[in-house]
């Protein structure tokens, strides 16, 4: 008897567990591994007649029969048009027998065009479908569309998503570019004050290849950002200003900081930390934002036989490279403030310091505020450590 | 009829409790048993009248005791003459390799013919008044004044006098019979630790508990069960320590015990535990003394059958099973990162062949991209389902564990080789099966055998299909649903009012010194609390 209760019990918090999820089909077909075709990369463009035209680039490993050992990474690419991103991206079904699978998608590709036409419409399909990852990253194309950044740099053993890939790195290396994901584009449209950019691509022709077979084909290389007003591309920081923009958004992970000495010589700083505080106050009846940047350096690399191992020459380094972000940044600032667009987030510092205010009156017109506000740039570059302090060769005093 | 003399304590049923309250104790307790009131052959169960008073019972001489056994062949019956004197007969009855022979001829034929003192005596009575007292010299001797009582001793190994005119019989308890020695044990070896294992023998068992504990409060007490064996049952627990109430309910549990022979560990394992649709074990199984010992100190309750080289201790617990013997002789450190892996790999045994369903079927976003891309390549041309490949991969490993089983040791190696080498690398070289699904498997398999009890292991066996089954309908929620009966079932289940997954319930937490990590001996202070131990604390006086 206790048994049959129990047993009951458990048929009905199973059959409940099962049936009241909200899911339609109680019980989901599943999908075998095998019978889908996993797409990795997508462009989207804008095609004639207000149509939307994808570009997906999948992969898939082969075996390249025989020996059972040769085993071959393949991509191929495939084009389809739509009247909506959906349907565009329905129409790959009839390609293969594999079902294409959004799941694995890791690049979004968006072409100049569709940029300007405004990236929302284009995008809501790959936000909204429950396949596609959040966390992907989106790429903005300069000069080009972005199928052919998929079709032409996709290269027999390096796929444009592993280009991407690379590209993507740099931030570890140079912190030029700072991934931005969907998650991230739907909430900075979301939050009307702030104003979205997104890393940029081009793509160059490859003049020269490291192993000298074919100088042939396109290469995908790193642009810098663009900016967009609202959800339309409004504007391009080249790759040089890139790093302020990161300096800003406190988002730098290293970089390189070339300064020449007094003697004429060039000193290399790696930049192993940065962090950046925004101070939003009022002065005057007018909006002030202190931004202090923190930077801590290395000495990665001495051209010249000068001794810069005195507190001197170390002091007038750190100026030197203070002086070299802060400039940096203040490029930044000055186009966004030019352009009223406030994509590095000056906004969230404000509205957190001043709530009630921002409500009140920030929120309304954060354009114009934004345009008028005085931003007073601090950096504070500091060589903390100089790795070996190893006099470089040919100096004259050595100690 | 005539009573057992010095018999007045009451008569619990048909149960024979010997205690044994020290370690001098004669060696054959049994026999020398305060009472049997069983009729040959055991009733098991009597409706609680001494079996003296049945109806049925025949006198006690030679002709009927003749009468029952002597169809036997190994049944010997020697009349003979005390001293040689007609006027004295006594029939000796005792079962050949049983009893020791040589020790028959010294130590009572010899006595009983040349022992003039025995010559002296005007009548039978006045001869067992004699014998009583010693003339005959063996330590176990017992006199016996019903038919029953002489019969059990005689097929227990005894040699009984009878003398057929005051129909009283002297039993002698000279058991010969050739047992196996005191071997390594072959299921849980170590290599530091103790090599003695138990043996068919319940005396010599409970002599190697009483060699490894040398305390006057271990108490071994003895019952017997079975209506056609009469197979003893000895508890052993230490008076003092061990919760009354574990040892209290295990009596009433094997009293209410039914059955016609106890040959098996399983008879009385699912005699005295409390779910018994359940496939996880509830009571520890060890053959090793060792084992059982600490397990006693700790506050369980030791079960050992006569005749079984294995030991049952209740009340078994979650954590009791994934504790193998070798963990004590390692280094704490060293050991609590093995317990902790073994942990890990239970639910990797447990979870993973369902986890790859679910993940390749239903969640194939989940899987990292280069990863998804290599199981897709691995899968190309293989025409099943994954599921199936699944379950086919799993049945194939039982078949392949169970030929091994069954097998002799030899043969089972080749069978191995073949089954795992030879059929595998043709089944995916044949596309069948994925190597992918391979990998899962035998990670699974590996995993598996790393549990060190082998009927716990059978139980994740047994959980890792139903597992399969419910992610090949509904994926990682199926998985999780699975999941939740599991721990649903184990956390509904006590074992002798433990709870069994203790100390990871119960007790707030406070009694884990020796559960996912094996603390140092000096930090393990208590004993484990679910157990109820009346000395709560180690290494505490009574």
Redesign the interface.
């Known amino acids: 008897m206790r ?1 049959a209760k ?1 047993v009951t019990l ?1 048929c009905f918090s ?1 059959i409940g ?2 049936v009241m ?1 909200g899911c339609k089909i109680v ?2 077909s ?5 019978d ?1 075709e ?1 797409i ?1 990369a997508v462009g989207i463009d804008k095609a004639p007649g207000d149509k939307v035209k994808l570009t997906i680039a999948t ?5 390249g029969g025989g020996g059972g050992g040769s ?1 071959q ?1 393949i991509s191929e690419i495939v084009r389809s048009e739509g009247r909506t991103g959906f349907e565009a991206a329905r129409n790959f079904w009839g390609y293969s027998e594999k079902r294409p ?1 959004f ?2 998608l ?1 690049y979004i590709l968006i072409g100049e065009e569709a940029a300007k036409d405004g990236i929302l419409k284009y995008l809501d399909f790959f936000a909204r479908d429950p ?1 596609i ?1 959040l966390n992907l990253d989106v790429f903005v194309v300069q000069g080009n569309e972005a199928g052919d950044v998929v079709r032409m740099g996709n290269a027999r053993d390096k796929f444009v998503f592993d280009r991407l890939e690379g590209i993507k790195k740099h931030h570890w290396g140079l912190s030029m570019i700072n991934e931005v994901d969907l998650m991230e584009i739907m909430y900075i449209l979301d939050a009307e004050y702030l104003s979205l950019y997104i890393p940029c691509v081009r793509l160059i022709r490859k003049t020269e290849s490291t192993d000298g077979s074919s100088s042939e084909g396109m290469d995908i290389e790193l642009q810098g950002f663009a900016f967009f007003e609202s959800d339309k591309l409004a504007g391009h920081i080249e790759r040089e200003m890139a790093r302020g923009l990161n300096f800003l958004k406190n988002k730098i992970k290293s970089g390189v900081l070339n300064i020449p000495t007094k003697n004429g010589g060039m000193v290399v700083l790696e930049i192993i930390s940065s962090s950046r505080k925004m101070k939003p106050h009022l002065k005057d009846g007018k909006l002030h934002i202190a931004v202090e940047i923190d930077v801590s350096n290395n000495i990665s690399e001495i051209q010249g036989s000068e001794d810069i191992f005195d507190e001197e020459d170390l002091q007038y380094l750190e100026t030197r490279s203070g002086q070299l972000i802060k400039d940096e940044v203040r490029k930044v600032i000055d186009l966004a403030q030019s352009k009223k667009l406030d994509f590095f987030g000056a906004g969230d510092a404000v509205l957190h310091k001043f709530p009630g205010l921002w409500e009140d009156v920030f929120e309304k017109d954060w354009r114009e505020i934004f345009a008028e506000a005085v931003f007073e740039i601090t950096v504070r570059s500091r060589i903390s450590r100089t790795y070996d302090i190893k006099q470089p060769v040919g100096a004259k005093d050595i100690k | 009829m005539l009573k057992d003399p010095g018999k007045d304590r009451p008569k619990r049923r048909n149960r024979i409790i010997k205690k044994i309250d020290t370690a001098h104790e004669p060696e054959n307790s049994m026999a020398s048993g305060t009472g049997s009131e069983e009729a040959p052959g055991g009733t098991a169960r009597t409706d609680g009248t001494p079996a003296g008073q049945s109806e049925a019972e025949p006198g006690l001489t030679s002709a009927n005791v003749e009468g029952l056994l002597g169809g036997n062949s190994d049944i010997i019956f020697r009349r003979l003459h005390i001293n040689g004197r007609k006027d004295l007969p006594v029939t000796m009855v005792f079962v050949d390799g049983m009893a020791d022979t040589k020790s028959v001829d010294d130590y009572i034929l010899k006595p009983l013919i040349q022992e003039s003192s025995l010559g002296e005596c005007s009548s039978t009575s006045e001869i067992i008044e004699r014998i009583s007292h010693g003339v005959i010299y063996h330590a176990a001797m017992e006199v016996r004044r019903t038919f029953a009582e002489c019969v059990h001793d005689i097929v227990g190994g005894s040699v009984a006098l009878i003398f057929d005119d005051v129909k009283t019989a002297v039993t002698f308890d000279i058991k010969g019979f050739h047992e196996r020695s005191i071997s390594e044990p072959t299921g849980e070896n170590v290599i530091k630790g103790a090599k003695d294992s138990f043996v068919e023998n319940l005396r010599t068992n409970t002599a190697s508990i009483r060699m490894k504990m040398k305390n006057a409060r271990l108490v071994i007490e003895e019952m017997k069960t079975g209506k056609q064996t009469a197979t003893r049952i000895a508890i052993v627990y230490i008076r003092g320590l061990t919760n009354m109430r574990i040892v209290d309910e295990l009596k009433r549990r094997l009293d209410n015990l039914d059955t016609d022979a106890v040959l098996s560990t399983g008879i009385i394992e699912e005699a005295i535990i409390d779910h018994k ?1 359940s496939p996880f074990p509830q009571v520890i199984t060890t053959e090793r003394p060792d084992k059982f010992c600490s397990s006693i100190v700790e506050g369980r309750v030791g079960i050992i059958i006569d005749g079984l080289p294995v030991s049952i201790v209740i009340p078994g617990t979650f954590d009791a099973f994934l504790q193998a013997p070798e963990d004590y002789s390692q280094s704490f450190i060293v050991n609590s990162i093995i317990r902790l892996m073994r942990y890990a790999l239970m639910f990797v045994t447990l979870f993973l062949p369902g986890f790859y369903i679910s993940v ?3 969640h ?2 989940m899987i990292p ?1 280069d990863l ?6 691995s ?2 041309g ?1 025409p099943f ?3 199936i490949e699944v379950i086919f991969m799993l049945l194939a490993f039982e078949v392949l564990v169970e030929a091994g089983l069954r097998l002799p040791k030899t043969i089972g190696q080749a069978v191995s080789v073949v089954g795992a080498v030879v059929v595998g690398q043709a089944a995916v070289d044949a596309r069948l099966v994925s190597p992918a699904v391979v990998v899962i498997i035998a990670i699974t398999a590996i995993s598996s055998f790393t549990m060190p009890n082998q009927d716990f292991s059978n139980a994740l066996r047994l959980w890792r299909f139903i597992f399969a089954i419910f992610s ?4 990682l ?1 199926g998985l999780s ?1 699975g999941a939740i ?1 599991l721990l ?1 079932h184990l956390s ?1 289940m006590e074992v002798f009012g433990v709870p069994y997954l203790s100390p990871f319930v119960g007790g707030d937490g406070k009694n884990m010194q020796d559960a996912i990590f094996r603390f140092p001996f000096s930090a393990q202070k208590k004993r484990p609390m679910s157990l109820r131990t009346t000395n709560k604390r180690r290494r505490g006086s009574v």
């Open positions: 048994y129990a458990l199973i567990s099962i999820t019980f989901p599943p999908t075998q591994i095998q889908i996993f990795r992969q898939r490993i082969v075996s085993e990474k699978f799941g694995h890791e396949e990852r | 649709v390749s079927s239903f194939i976003e991209t998804a891309l290599a199981i897709t390549a899968k190309e293989v389902l994954t599921f090949s309908i509904i994926g929620y649903i009966i649903n509904s």
